[in-house]
């Protein structure tokens, strides 16, 4: 059995990040820069603007009664400059007028006729400077996969198209005889398919696009026709059930006998049964059939190597460290990653159980927001100490407490 880390090491080394495609900004939402590095064309702002609605002025002129000169808004064009003694009514966004060097807000001032009686300001007030956001030739970096607020700053510099990472295509394979489709009746001692549309979810989730291959019986020449179809455009392959031990287990033995298996077996619980090679050129990641195995284990190395294929690097995940109020029993001889609710009260970070932890158990896994990582060597996660916890939602969970 290969340790989580090593395990990890050597399937990072397989994924390499998708060529690079444009696509409108406005579609980016998610997408990671092919180069994270851009530099601004423009200055942001391009012109001092006023921060207020209010009125400009010379400073100097103020406190005071000043004439009212006419209205400068957001958008105007041209500009009169503002003499001694005058002030211009001005809205936030709008132009600095050439003489002005302040503004006065509405709230400090009032309007009369043609007088304005201005409260005092000094040079500079409520003033925007150009470029005090971006100077054109500022290099801006945004490594993560586009926000909405990356994705106002590149529109804030004009930059309407983005060179991007293609999603990676993953294909998903669920083998298994007594899988059905979702939506369709059971027959006896059939179940449905969870697992292909979880983990198409999880793909879409972290920047995928899954390709849904169809299912194959627990047979070893149609896992291997599918596999060798599903391989030809697909980045990386997901498969689900049939690597482990079992008699009607054949997802390893295709990639040992028509490809290559690089190994076997991880210290994980749960998901011992991870089965890792290729295909016709293409990784293919076995995962164990339990969709709870299938999704931890997607969660601990699938998700990553997506992630390095579209540019990114670790896992996006926040780790915190918390201190379950029970004791959790797990299994000595791996690292486990127990199903929890974790929160925050009196200043601490706390974990509970969100349910049953065993791998069949698959409602703890929805109802929880962490995975609780504790290590290889200990039965149990102990009410005292403090271990690694994976955030997965919200942690603000009070409606499930
Ligand atoms: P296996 O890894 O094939 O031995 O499967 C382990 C367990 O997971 C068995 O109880 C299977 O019935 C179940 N299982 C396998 N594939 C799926 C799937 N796609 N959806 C739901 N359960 C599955
Ligand atoms: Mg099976």
Redesign the pocket.
């Known amino acids: 059995m290969l340790t989580l880390d090593a395990a990890y090491r050597r399937l990072l080394a397989r994924a390499h990040p998708t060529e690079p495609e444009s696509v409108p900004l406005a579609e980016a939402l998610g997408r990671v820069l092919a180069d994270p590095k851009v530099t601004a064309a423009i200055d942001v702002p391009g012109f001092d603007n006023s921060a207020m609605d209010g009125y400009a002025v010379r400073a100097a002129d103020t406190p005071g009664g000043l004439k009212l000169a006419g209205e400068i808004t957001a958008g105007a064009s041209a500009l009169r400059p503002v003499e001694p003694g005058t002030a211009v009514r001005i809205m936030t966004g709008a132009p600095i007028p050439p003489g002005a060097d302040a503004v006065v807000p509405v709230e400090i001032a009032t309007e009369a006729d043609t007088v304005v009686e201005v409260g005092a300001a000094v040079p500079g007030d409520h003033v925007r400077l150009a470029a005090h956001d971006t100077r054109a030739g500022d290099e801006i970096c945004l490594p993560e996969a586009l926000t909405p607020p990356m994705i106002a700053v590149l529109a804030s510099i004009g930059i309407g198209e983005v060179r991007v990472r293609r999603r990676p295509r993953v294909a998903i394979l669920?083998?298994?005889d007594?899988?059905v489709d979702v939506g369709q009746a059971l027959a006896s001692f059939q179940?449905?398919?969870?697992?292909?549309v979880a983990l198409a979810a999880a793909v879409r989730e972290v920047g995928g696009e899954p390709v849904l291959l169809p299912r194959a019986r627990?047979d070893a020449s149609e896992i291997e026709r599918v596999l060798t179809r599903g391989a030809r455009d697909a980045d990386l392959i997901v498969t689900?059930?049939?690597?482990?031990v079992?008699r009607h287990?054949h997802v390893r033995s295709v990639l040992e006998t028509r490809g290559s298996l690089d190994f076997w077996r991880i210290a994980v619980q749960p998901g011992k049964?991870l089965a890792v090679g290729a295909i016709g050129g293409t990784t293919v990641i076995g995962l164990?059939?339990?969709?709870v195995?299938?999704l931890v284990v997607f969660e601990l190395f699938v998700r990553p190597v997506v992630r390095a294929m579209s540019g990114l690097t670790g896992d996006g995940r926040l780790h915190l460290r918390a201190t379950p109020t029970t004791r959790i029993a797990k299994d000595p001889q791996r690292r486990a990653f127990l199903r929890v609710t974790v929160w925050h009260e009196d200043g601490q970070m706390h974990a509970r159980p969100a349910g049953g932890q065993a791998s069949?158990q698959l409602r703890p896994l929805a109802e929880a927001n962490a995975l609780l990582a504790v290590p290889e060597g200990a039965d149990a996660a102990e009410p005292g100490r403090s271990y690694e916890a994976i955030v997965l939602g919200p942690l603000d969970l009070a409606h499930w407490r």
């Open positions: 669920s083998t298994g007594e899988l179940i449905h398919d969870a697992n292909g627990d689900s059930g049939g690597v482990s079992g287990d049964p164990p059939g339990n969709p195995s299938a069949s």
